[in-house]
C-alpha cells in the first residue's frame, strides 16, 4: 500500500518567514495529494490540493509543487503569520473507483510561527 | 448545513464495553472515512465507505465494524473495547475524487 513520509516533524519560524515542508510518497499510481492544517482541539482542514497532472498550484501565501518523477511534493507558506501556527499534514490516494477512499496521511509537522 | 457532525465529542469506555460512534453529513457526499489519530503517529485509516452499501478496511480495521445504510451515516461500532483504542477518532467525507475531505471535529476516546 501507499506510504507517505513528511519532514520535518517540528519547524520553527519568525513572522514573515517562509516555511516548506516536504513529503515523499510510495506509490506512483497515486494521483491526488492534499494538504490539510489542524489547530489545537479541532479537526483537519483542507487548505490546498493537487493533482497528478499538475506541477504547481498557488492560493495568496500557500502554494504545493509536486514531482512525479521523484514522488515528493512540498507545501511552501510565504510571509508566515501566528495564525500559521498548526499542525500540517500532508496525503495522497491513488484515486480512482474504491482506491479514493485510502487516503494515506504523513506523520504531521508542527509549525510555530513566532511574533 | 452542518458539515460532518460527530458524536459524542468526549466517552470513557471500560475494557470489553462496546459503543458506537456517530457520524452524519449533510452534504450529500459519497465518501465517508473513520481514522483514528495518536501522538506522533498522524491519522491512521480504520474503514471507509465509497457509497451506500459499499465498504472497505483501512490500515487499521481490528477491532472495528462498520456499515453504511444510508449516504449521510457513516457509524464506527468498537466490539469490545480495549486500551489500545484509546484515541481520538475523526470521521470525514467528501463529494467525490479529488474534492478532498471534510473532517468533523472528533471524538476523544478513552478505555479504561
Known amino acids: 500500500g501507499e506510504n507517505v513520509e513528511q519532514h520535518p516533524s517540528t519547524l520553527s519560524v519568525q513572522e514573515g518567514d517562509s516555511a516548506v515542508i516536504k513529503c515523499t510518497y510510495s506509490?506512483?499510481?497515486?494521483?491526488?495529494f492534499p494538504w490539510y492544517k489542524q489547530e489545537l482541539g479541532k479537526g483537519p482542514q483542507l487548505i490546498i490540493d493537487?493533482?497528478?497532472?499538475?506541477g504547481e498550484k498557488k492560493d495568496q501565501r500557500i502554494a504545493v509543487t509536486l514531482n512525479k518523477t521523484a514522488k515528493h511534493f512540498s507545501l511552501h507558506i510565504t510571509e508566515t503569520q501566528p495564525e500559521d501556527s498548526a499542525v500540517y499534514f500532508c496525503?495522497?490516494?491513488?484515486?480512482?473507483?474504491?482506491?479514493?477512499?485510502?487516503?494515506?496521511f504523513g506523520q504531521g509537522t508542527i509549525l510555530t510561527v513566532h511574533p | 448545513n452542518a458539515g460532518v457532525t460527530q458524536t459524542p465529542k468526549f466517552q470513557v469506555l471500560k475494557t470489553g464495553q462496546s459503543m458506537t460512534l456517530q457520524c452524519a453529513q449533510d452534504m450529500n457526499h459519497e465518501y465517508m472515512s473513520w481514522y483514528r489519530q495518536d501522538p506522533g503517529m498522524g491519522l491512521r485509516l480504520i474503514h471507509y465507505s465509497v457509497g451506500a452499501g459499499i465498504t472497505d478496511q483501512g490500515e487499521v480495521p481490528n477491532g472495528y465494524n462498520v456499515s453504511r445504510s444510508t449516504t449521510e451515516d457513516f457509524p464506527l461500532r468498537l466490539l469490545s473495547a480495549a486500551p489500545s483504542q484509546t484515541s481520538v477518532y475523526f470521521c470525514?467525507?467528501?463529494?467525490?475524487?479529488?474534492?478532498?475531505?471534510?473532517f468533523g471535529s472528533g471524538t476523544r476516546l478513552t478505555v479504561v
Open positions: 506509490d506512483s499510481a497515486s494521483n491526488y
Open positions: 496525503a495522497a490516494t491513488a484515486g480512482g473507483g474504491t482506491s479514493y477512499g485510502k487516503l494515506t
Open positions: 493537487i493533482r497528478s497532472n499538475v
Open positions: 470525514a467525507s467528501s463529494y467525490s475524487q479529488g474534492s478532498g475531505y471534510t
